[in-house]
Every structure is written in C-alpha cells, then in structure tokens.
T-cell receptor
Framework: AQSVTQLGSHVSVSEGALVLLRCNYS??????LFWYVQYPNQGLQLLLK??????LVKGINGFEAEFKKSETSFHLTKPSAHMSDAAEYFC????????????FGGGTRVLVKP | DAGVTQSPTHLIKTRGQHVTLRCSPI?????VSWYQQVLGQGPQFIFQ???????GRGNFPDRFSARQFPNYSSELNVNALLLGDSALYLC???????????FGQGTRLTVV
C-alpha cells in the first residue's frame, strides 16, 4: 500500500519569501510522484511530476521539487512567493503498475501575506 | 480543446436518495477516474475505467458504482445517500491507464 504525508496543514509565507511544502511518501515499489494545486472551488492542476528521470523536477509557475529516495521525500519549493500562490497544494503518489491511481496527502493550505 | 467537463457543478440531495454524476473526458482520452474529496481532506480514489472496463476500485461501499460508455464518457452513481457522502467529486481523464491525469472542476454534492 502507498501513503503520503504532508507536514503542516497550513503554511503562511510573506510575499517574496521562500515557499517550502513538505511531502513524505511510502511505497513498496518505485513511485511516480506529483504535486497538484487547487484553487477555491476548482479542480486540481498538475504543478509537476517525477517519473524516474531527473531527481530535480521543474514545474509551472516557478515551482520545483526534489526526489530524495533515501529520505522518501518530495518537497515542493518556490524561491519567491506571489500572492497568486495562495491555494491548497496536494502531494500524490502512484504505483506505476497500478496505472495512474493516485494516493493523495491531506493537503497544505498556503496563505501569502503582503 | 475542451478540458474534462463534469455535470452538474452543484447539487443537493436528501439522505436515502440516489445521485448520478457525469463526466466527459478530453477528446482522445480513453481512461476516466473518479475521486471523492471531503472538505478539508485530499482526494480519495473511487474508480478507474479504461476502454469501458473497470481497471481499479478504491475502498468504497457497494453503494458506489460507475460505468464508461462507448464515447468514453462516464457516470458515477451513488445509492442510498448518507450525510457523509457530501463531498466534491472529481473526474480525471487520461489517454491510457498509466498516463498523466487531467482533472475536471468537480461536482459539489451536498446531502441533507
């Protein structure tokens, strides 16, 4: 079975400051890993994904994440927060053999202060 | 091209009733997955269909069922609604079973 743990249900950052969202996963097989963003009353938008190529993955809107197998982590970062980054962020893992069935973490809500 | 479209966007049902949610995938996508997102939680996998066959089922009771039609659109049915079924139901489509999933805006179901 796979699982995802996102540390911190809420994160508050100042505009222009570093955004760091933590994600740890558990998987018995090499995983695919994803970060999604959800704006209020919207569906999920894919920010970036790791599928066993480069361990440092660059996504949209200036986000990037690093896959660290030894730490079973896939933390999301953005060097400089923008007001438009206020949203909820979900880390997800899928089992390559199980198609794209995604197991999500509980989410981290990001608040950006001016 | 249109993205994944879901209907209705919102609905309110009474406990014990039945509901049908609909999803049209992106053109050319043959796989549809359904997720339930309870307020304050991450989405949970319900079903995946590919080429009209069920390819995966999450840990949901038999009150939940789904099907996929020849045009690859899909329906999610929930019988004997409970208050706890209140959630945002998300549909995702992908070209094949193990390719990137694109999500729709969701259907917000409220059971009263």
């Amino acid at each position: 079975a796979q699982s995802v743990t996102q540390l911190g249900s809420h994160v508050s950052v100042s505009e222009g400051a570093l955004v760091l969202l933590r994600c740890n996963y558990s998987s018995s097989v090499p995983p695919y890993l994803f970060w999604y963003v959800q704006y209020p009353n919207q569906g999920l938008q894919l920010l970036l994904k790791y599928t066993s190529a480069a361990t440092l993955v660059k996504g949209i809107n200036g986000f990037e994440a690093e896959f660290k197998k030894s730490e079973t982590s896939f933390h999301l970062t953005k060097p400089s927060a923008h007001m438009s980054d206020a949203a909820e962020y979900f880390c997800a893992v899928s089992d390559r053999a199980a198609g794209n069935k995604l197991t999500f973490g509980g989410g981290t809500r990001v608040l950006v202060k001016p | 091209d249109a993205g994944v479209t879901q209907s209705p966007t919102h609905l309110i049902k009474t406990r014990g009733q039945h509901v049908t949610l609909r999803c049209s995938p992106i053109s050319g996508h043959k796989s549809v997955s359904w997720y339930q997102q309870v307020l304050g939680q991450g989405p949970q996998f319900i079903f995946q269909y590919y080429e009209k066959e069920e390819r995966g089922r999450g840990n949901f009771p038999d009150r939940f069922s789904a099907r996929q039609f020849p045009n690859y659109s899909s329906e999610l049915n929930v019988n004997a609604l409970l208050l706890g079924d209140s959630a945002l139901y998300l549909c995702a489509s992908s070209q094949r079973v193990n390719t990137e999933a694109f999500f729709g805006q969701g259907t917000r179901l409220t059971v009263v």
